[in-house]
């Protein structure tokens, strides 16, 4: 069923004509990489914060709401441009254990990130990192690292 | 001895032929390379932000930099490393690559830049450093920084297409 639904989108007239052409993919594959530092700069921002480390004299809740509003921009500009990379190889996409990985991982974190990440940030005292906000920390870095592997790891030939 | 010579003799070094073949060593490579993306693109990225007065505008603009800067700067470091062990792997394909030659000028523009940044109007970074939006020749710095780095990632991604569109 899902297979199916892989094949006929990856052999739809547009990704037929995306795949053909030498530069779209190319292109949407480097903006996918622009988001990267986008996600990567506004996670490290708080993530580096709740470690003690980075921007330390700065309140995190602060600090997170202008950070997350640059993730989500970036989370935005990744999501599109990877759907439209996965459309173009759907079928071969299905087929690799670590895409699932990745998706399953892309999907625990921006889960953790809305809901005990923001919680902790939204409680955090500032000042004196609590060992919570270091292991909030290190479970976003752990799961963004995973999905920026998998991101690799489906791209090799 | 021109810079082909010096490619062609790099290449059939030991060191050179043994990561060319290598199954994994090259792989883990290019991972670390392209992954670091995130800790080196997204910190000079916040910074530049920071600079074109569009994000942490209530944060001193010096401690932005002075607290980010090491993480960027490390990050360069493994970017350059890895970058390196890529480029020793195949010294003539990345010779003749047209975007590895594009990424290798925009990289000396962009670091010098910096330089610049750093010699000239950083230096009074005290009349400016509480300003939401800092005065125009810094957002011009903190912009060109962002084109540049934007630039870099598009033709290391593209040096991939170099045999595809002209061999």
Excluded at chain 2, 136 to 151: E, I, N, Q, T
């Amino acid at each position: 069923m899902l297979l199916e639904l892989c094949r006929w989108v990856q052999y739809s007239p547009p990704l037929v004509a995306m795949r053909g052409s030498p530069i779209l993919f190319p292109i949407v594959a480097t903006i996918h990489l622009m988001g990267l530092a986008v996600v990567g700069g506004s996670v490290l921002l708080v993530d580096l914060r709740l470690l003690g480390l980075g921007l330390r004299r700065q309140p995190v809740a602060v600090l997170a709401r202008d950070a997350d509003r640059w993730l989500f921009r970036g989370l935005v500009v990744m999501v599109s441009t990877g759907i439209l990379l996965f459309m173009c190889f759907a079928t071969k996409y299905y087929y690799l254990t670590f895409f699932w990985v990745k998706m399953a991982a892309l999907c625990a974190v921006i889960a953790f990130t809305v809901s005990v990440r923001r919680r902790i940030i939204m409680g955090h005292e500032g000042g004196v990192s609590a060992a919570s906000g270091r292991l909030v920390a290190l479970v976003s870095l752990a799961l963004w690292t995973t999905v920026a592997l998998g991101g690799r790891y489906i791209g090799f030939p | 001895m021109s810079l082909f010579r010096l490619c062609e003799w790099l290449a059939n070094t030991s060191g050179s032929i043994a990561l060319h073949e290598s199954r994994y060593v090259f792989l883990v490579v290019l991972t670390v390379h392209v992954l670091t993306l995130a800790v080196f693109a997204g910190t000079a990225v916040m910074i530049d932000l920071r600079l074109l007065g569009v994000a942490m505008m209530r944060v001193p603009a010096s401690e932005v930099i002075g607290r980010l800067l090491p993480w960027s700067g490390a990050g360069l470091l493994v970017m350059m490393t890895s970058g390196a062990l890529l480029f020793y792997a195949a010294p003539l394909a990345r010779y003749e690559n047209v975007f590895f030659r594009m990424k290798m000028a925009a990289l000396a523009l962009a670091l010098l830049n910096v330089w610049l940044f750093q010699r000239t109007v950083y230096r009074r970074v005290g009349e400016w450093d509480a300003d939401a939006v800092p005065p125009g020749a810094v957002r011009v710095a903190g912009g060109l920084s962002l084109l540049l780095w934007a630039f870099i990632i598009t033709t290391g991604r593209m040096m991939a297409y170099q045999d595809y569109w002209f061999n």
